[in-house]
C-alpha cells in the first residue's frame, strides 16, 4: 500500500512499474489501465494516488546531459531535488530557487507549482527550457517555447494529467552562496516593511504563529564566495533539537492539551533567536522537516496579502482552543509567470500557507481561510489540501480551458486521470 507523506492519501494500485528507459514508460502507458506517475508522496491530497499502474521512477533518476556555459541540464523525471542539488553544485550550476524541503522529485515538484519566494523569481517550473512527454498513445514527443508551445504552457504545471514526463531541460544558473539572516519579530512591523522588503531582498518570507504576533523573518541575499556556514553542531542544534525535536515536543503538548496552543504559539515565537550564516543556496532554501504535519496553501494576488492577514488574525482570535493551530503560517512571494496552470500564471503573488501538526484539528481553520482566500481569488496549491473543483477553478485560471483542449487532445481517453484530476479539471 503506497501512502503520501502526510498520511492524508494511500492506495493499492493493481499493479506498480519501475521503468528504467523512456521506452519502458512507454511500454507501461500502453499496457491498459490508468497511469499515474509517483513522485515522492510529498503532496498532501490524493493527486498522486494511482489505483491502477502506477509508475514508481525511482530507477529512472540522474542528470542525462548538462552544457555548464549555457547552464541547460537535462535530468530524468525521477531524479529527487537533492540529489539533483548535489549534482548540480559539482558541475558549478544551481537552480535558480527552491521550496522548503528537497525531497519531492523534480517531476513531482514542477507537476504542482511548486515554489519558493522571492518577488523576482517564479515558480520552480520557469526554470524549464524544454519537457519530453511520454503521451497517452506511447509515443515521445518533446515540447518547449518553440516546438508544441500549447503542449509546453500546458505541461510545465500538468498535474500529471497530460503524459509521463520522461526528461527535463532546466535553465540553471551559477551556483551561488546566499547570506541568510533569520530574526524574531511583531508581525505588523513585518507587515508594514513586508513590501520594502519584497523590492530589496531576492527572497523573503515570514513564520508567523497564528494565536499571537510573533513572527520569525528571513531574508537571504546572493553575496560573493567564500561560504560561511553554520558550525556542525549549530547546525544539529538548530536544526534537529530546536526545528525538529523540541518543536516536536511542543507539538505532542499541544495534541494532548490543546488548551494551551495559543499560549505554546506565544512561547515558540518567543524563543526564537537570531541566526545569520551563509552558505550554497540549496544548504540554505531547504531545511528538515521531521514533525509530520497537514497544509493547505493558497496563492493570493499580491495586493490582497495585508487584507487576507487581518481577516485571519480575526479569525485566529475567534476560534476555540481546539481549533488553534500549532505550526506557524508561511507567508512567500512570487514572480507572475506564463504558464497555464501555475499558481502565479499572469499576476504577482503572494503565498500563505497553514499547517497543523498531524492528529489536531484544522478543518475550522482551514474552511474559514479557503472562504477568505475565495473572496480575494485565491488559487489554491495543486499539490495541498483544498477542496475547490473544476467549477470554483476555471475562473481562476484565464487558461483553463486552454489546458483542458491540450488535455483532450493528448489524452482523450483519460488514461492519466485519478478521482482528484476527476474533481479539479472536471
Ligand atoms: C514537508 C513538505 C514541505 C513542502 N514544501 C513546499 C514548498 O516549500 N513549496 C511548495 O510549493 N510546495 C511544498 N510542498 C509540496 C510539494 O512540493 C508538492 O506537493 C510536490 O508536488 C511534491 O512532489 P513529489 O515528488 O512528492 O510528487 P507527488 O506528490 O508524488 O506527485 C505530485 C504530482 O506529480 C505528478 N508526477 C510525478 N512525476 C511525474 C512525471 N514523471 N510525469 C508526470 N507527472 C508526474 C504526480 O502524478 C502527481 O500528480 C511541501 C510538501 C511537504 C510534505
Wanted: aromatic content about 8%.
Amino acid at each position: 500500500m503506497w501512502t503520501n507523506w502526510a498520511r492524508t492519501a494511500s492506495c493499492t494500485p493493481a499493479r506498480v512499474v519501475h521503468p528504467a528507459s523512456t521506452d519502458e514508460i512507454a511500454a507501461a502507458v500502453v499496457s491498459g489501465g490508468r497511469v499515474r506517475a509517483r513522485g515522492s508522496g510529498h503532496s498532501f491530497n490524493d493527486i498522486a494516488v494511482a489505483p491502477e499502474v502506477a509508475l514508481d521512477l525511482d530507477r529512472w533518476t540522474g542528470i542525462v546531459r548538462a552544457d555548464t556555459e549555457s547552464g541547460l541540464v537535462t535530468v530524468r523525471s525521477g531524479t529527487p531535488l537533492h540529489v539533483l542539488n548535489t549534482d548540480l553544485h559539482r558541475l558549478g550550476l544551481a537552480m535558480p530557487n527552491l521550496g522548503d524541503i528537497d525531497a519531492q522529485t523534480v517531476a513531482g515538484a514542477v507537476s504542482t507549482s511548486t515554489h519558493g519566494t522571492g518577488a523576482k523569481l517564479g515558480v520552480l517550473a520557469t526554470a524549464i527550457a524544454e519537457l519530453e512527454l511520454v503521451l497517452a498513445d506511447g509515443s515521445v514527443v518533446t515540447c518547449s517555447r518553440s516546438e508544441r508551445s500549447d503542449l509546453f504552457n500546458a505541461a510545465r504545471v500538468g498535474l500529471g494529467a497530460l503524459g509521463i514526463i520522461s526528461t527535463i531541460t532546466l535553465q540553471c544558473v551559477p551556483s551561488f552562496v546566499l547570506q541568510a539572516s533569520e530574526a524574531p519579530g511583531r508581525l505588523d512591523a513585518v507587515l508594514e516593511q513586508f513590501d520594502d522588503l519584497c523590492a530589496v531582498e531576492d527572497h523573503v518570507e515570514f513564520h508567523w504563529f497564528t494565536h499571537s504576533d510573533r513572527v520569525i523573518l528571513k531574508r537571504n541575499n546572493r553575496i560573493p564566495e567564500p561560504a560561511k556556514p553554520l558550525s556542525r553542531a549549530r547546525q544539529l542544534w538548530e536544526y534537529e533539537v530546536m526545528e525538529n525535536a523540541a518543536f516536536g515536543a511542543v507539538c505532542k503538548v499541544a495534541k494532548t492539551f490543546p488548551r494551551y496552543t495559543r499560549r505554546l504559539n506565544e512561547l515558540c515565537g518567543s524563543l526564537i533567536s537570531e541566526r545569520s550564516y551563509s552558505d550554497y543556496s540549496h544548504n540554505v532554501f531547504v531545511t528538515p522537516r521531521r514533525v509530520r504535519f497537514v497544509e493547505t496553501e493558497f496563492s493570493l494576488p499580491r495586493e490582497t496579502l495585508m487584507d487576507v492577514i487581518a481577516e485571519l488574525r480575526a479569525v485566529a482570535g475567534k476560534l476555540g482552543d481546539r481549533d488553534a493551530l500549532i505550526v506557524p503560517c508561511e507567508v512567500r512571494v512570487a514572480q507572475a509567470d506564463d504558464i497555464w496552470l501555475s499558481t502565479a500564471s499572469g499576476r504577482d503573488t503572494a503565498y500563505i500557507s497553514m499547517h497543523q501538526a498531524l492528529g489536531m484539528q484544522y478543518k475550522a481553520f482551514f474552511d474559514a481561510y479557503a472562504s477568505i482566500a475565495a473572496s480575494v481569488g485565491g488559487r489554491p496549491h495543486w499539490g495541498k489540501m483544498h477542496d475547490l473543483t473544476a467549477t470554483e477553478l476555471r475562473p481562476l485560471y484565464p487558461h483553463f480551458d486552454d489546458f483542458l483542449r491540450v488535455r483532450d487532445e493528448v489524452d482523450p481517453d483519460r488514461t492519466f486521470t485519478n478521482a482528484y484530476l476527476d474533481r479539479v479539471l472536471g
